[in-house]
């Protein structure tokens, strides 16, 4: 039987079912805080205050090093190990099937993984319940009491819950519905709101041919919701007693009622809030992620920081609160209106961070810059608020509708606030309008919204008393104090309208040498027109204006270009093109500018300091800049910022030197930076574009709604590289297809040759390969006059996609003029590209000398050229080959060299592909554990990145370790999935592969007949 691990109950361990003494009660805690987290690192500190929580006694560091001794040398016979990790704390070395509360969830994830569409597969799934909640002695840690304790305990609790719920669904599809009556009838008293216990419960009594109770017990159920919670049951709840009241006879069957599939209609369909997770990777059934440490659903806290300086509005804030109290007759939606200025974006925000704790699945916010040039469209809204979900970026819908579905599927089943700020009108928020019934939504505009159907919040202007306190709080008491008379004109003039006030008081506290006076005065002056013009954003203008006036001429310059950019923030690079000065001598102006708090600081990144204009502010700006500046000066900055831009995208691509495809910008770049400056902004080229990724899109967008279609172009194309790394392929494909299209339309066929060169790779990467070899035909049907380093990468693209189709005579072709053209141009990448794809080639054909021989000519003249995505490429190939020969050590040593330099490069899909064949020889090796890992891990990225080839790569992997592990049925529907995808990609070559696997499968699970179709299939692949 050999040494169990016992925390489902009291704490123990037994030996050949013999209990193992582990010492007194606190050594059992240290065990138990180290069991929970088997196989991971427990810092010390955690330890402790797993251990004492908040009482810990004097010497208890030092006691803790003596319980860890002594549990040591008890365990030590059993192989089980507690190593001290580098840096402090400690890791229990264990296999998790020997622990109790390991091996339940892995029983439990077993049975809610299992397909449920037969009556044997239930019962399976029962036995892995049953197995499951068997292995519960009583409370988990019984008798322990910290508080780190008691949270695991309230955790493991409802995990226990979900399984119990889940074997009743098992039991219910097999009509065992007579023998569960009562233990479901407790089990509803104990949860009296929980509406799938109370399902359950319905389902068996009408089953039982109780109808009548039932009923009673629904209306019961009814009744306490709405007393409780103020809520009626959900739809599934209200569908089952529907059906109940018609009779339907579905409700008698042995399966769930009307179930199609696994289960369609009855207490199974109840909305769960925490979906499956498996050990590969984890997704529900929208394709939400969920943490791969948890389990849990990913919880988003999009809204701004909270104001510091909020003053007032106390009424306002009571009856927001109020008017969102959910009331179970769907989810309110407040609209918060009122003039420009009038400080309603922070009072959303306020009452955001005030209600947060009542939405624990988190807060979604949007700027949608309704009252600017460029209006957020509920398409990108929808993307964004998708992936702050957790939805992968490659299950993202493309199509509207499709977001709408998936955004209101998800948000039904969670309790989330959703603050849409700077709204146009009702069509702008119509579709990011939460439906769960738990969910609650603030619009802020400066439109009634007539035809929305909302609770309505009006903003007015502040009243004297809180202006002056708003004035107060920023200068401080002793300041207004000492001029009340001024304070209060001040207020007065600015007619109460916070912003106004914000701007005269930053004018001030920018100036403590200024009297309050001085912008009495000032504002005095202004008074005819605060009179005339009061209401929206013209209330604003005479501040600003008074503001604008008392700056030197070359702020005011200044202000004017910064309303020419596209984006909401900037970094000080891009108004050192506007202004046509270096980046220290904008700072200064931005420096300038902040000081009177026209510009706002935005935040502080790894690449430096990020700026924002207020919307206000920039419409401002716009009126000046087309008063005070020639249209020809404005074309000139912009594209001057359209050349920085370009070039800083095309000296960040080149710095990464991860491009092959021989595709320069350089030369369209109008203006740069200089050389200082771009090496101090690119001393991280990754972490820059991570920063300035949304901003470089809207030049591109701006510059081609400007019919400047060849340098937007050349910056779509400059993207591709920073696009691939870090795995931005919805904005890759968005961008570059709206640049192909205007390039087309102009007849730039220059343009579109080299935007269908990237077009190829996103399409091959996405697995889309008819697409791919479209896309690379008209490259080089369109490349008049291109040089050969664009030939050859363009050539490269096309032979990889004909290897993955497995057409292997065109892709030698290819991959041989590819590295010809290469040589002939100097382009070291594309060499080692093209020549390794012929050595891949030679590999799959079963020549792996040959294939060695090119791998380590890559890998060498990678290393001379430093070209490090290539000799990351080489070493992965070098692994495959020793792979293929058997020699296990070889590839996992070639195969971690990749994966650290991929790692160290920050291309996450690159070092995935290491990843993932490491993680398959490991298991080859006999090392199970880290190479499930890795592998899980790959498929959890893989999936991510809507990567079908590497997720079939994992699937067939993982059948492989599972055929290793002696698992026949979870190989073969791993296999199966595998044999899916490659079919679905139509990469024939490795189809074969995963056919053998699955064929090994088959044999091994007794299905002979189904293992010769696998490999005669597998044989005319082989042959065709």
Known sequence: MGTCFGILGSIEVRRDGTPVDIGHAMQQRVLAALLVDADRAVSLDALVDRVWGDVEPAHGRRNLYGYVSRLRTVLAEDGTTIARERGGGYRLTVDLSLVDAHRFRELADRARRAAADEQAEALGREALGREALGLWRGSAFAGVDTPWFNAQRQLLDSERLAAQLELVDVRLRLAHHDRMVSELTARAEAHPLDERVIGQLVLALCRCGRQAEALEEYERARRRLADELGVDPGVALQRLYARILAGDPD????????????????????????????????????GAAVNPMTGRQLVP???????????????????????????????????????????????AVHVGHRLAARFPDGQLHADLRGFGDEPADPYTVLGAFLRALGVRGGTVPAELTGRVHLYRSLLAQRQVLVVLDNAAGAEQVRDLLPSGVRCAAVVTSRTTMAELGCRRLPLDVLDPATGLALLREMLGPDRTDAEPDSARSIVETCGGLPLAVWVAGARLAARPHWPLAHVARALADEERKLDELAVGNIAVRASLELTYQGMAAPARHALRMLALLPGPDFAAWTPAALLDVDVPAAEAVLDDLVEVHLVQIGS?????????????????????VDRAVHRHDRTAALSRLLGASLHLADLAAHTLSVDFQGISQSELASW????????????????????????????????????????????????????QVGGHFDDWERLQNRALKAALSSGDRHSA??????????????????????????????????????????????????????????????????????????????????????????LEQGHVEAAVERFTECLRVSRVAGYRPGEAQALRCLGQSHRALGAHPAAADAYRQALAISADLGDRLTATHAACWLGDVLVRQGEHREGRRLLAQSLWTYREFGNLWGEAATLYALAEARLAAGRPALALRRAEAAVRLWRQVGSHTWLAVALDTLAAAHTRAGDDAAATRARDEAEKLRKA
């Open 672 to 723: 740069r930076v200089s050389s200082a400056d771009a090496g101090h902004l690119l001393a991280d080229p990754l972490a820059w574009f991570t920063d300035e990724r949304q901003f470089l899109i809207d030049v591109a967008e701006q510059a081609l709604e400007w019919t400047q279609a060849a340098p937007a172009a050349a910056l779509a194309t400059a993207l591709t590289t920073l696009f």
């Open 301 to 347: 806290r999009l809204l701004p920081a909270d104001l510091t300086l909020f003053v007032g509005r106390d009424a306002e804030l009571d009856e927001a609160c109020r008017l969102l109290a959910a009331d179970g007759r769907g989810s309110p939606t407040l609209l918060v209106t009122g003039p420009a200025g009038v400080g309603k974006t922070a009072f």
């Open 604 to 624: 502080v990144t790894a690449t430096g300091i990020r700026y924002q204009l207020h919307d206000l502010v920039r419409l401002f700006g716009r009126e000046r």
């Open 251 to 286: 409700l008698f069957g042995a399966r769930d009622p009307g179930a199609t599939g696994a289960a369609a209609h009855g207490p199974a369909q109840l909305a769960r809030l925490d979906a499956p997770y498996a050990d590969e990777g984890a997704e529900d059934d929208s």
């Open 753 to 842: 040759a080299k935007l269908h060169r990237c077009l190829g790779e996103l399409t091959t990467i996405l697995d889309r390969y008819p697409e791919a070899l479209n896309h690379f035909d008209q490259a080089l049907l369109l490349a008049d006059g291109q040089g050969p380093a664009y030939l050859a990468g363009a050539t490269a693209g096309l032979a990889y996609v004909h290897r993955l189709l497995g057409q292997y005579s065109s892709a030698v072709v290819h991959f041989e003029e590819a590295a010809e053209l290469a040589r002939q141009a100097g382009n070291v990448n594309c060499l080692v590209y093209a020549t390794n794809g012929l050595g891949v080639i030679d």
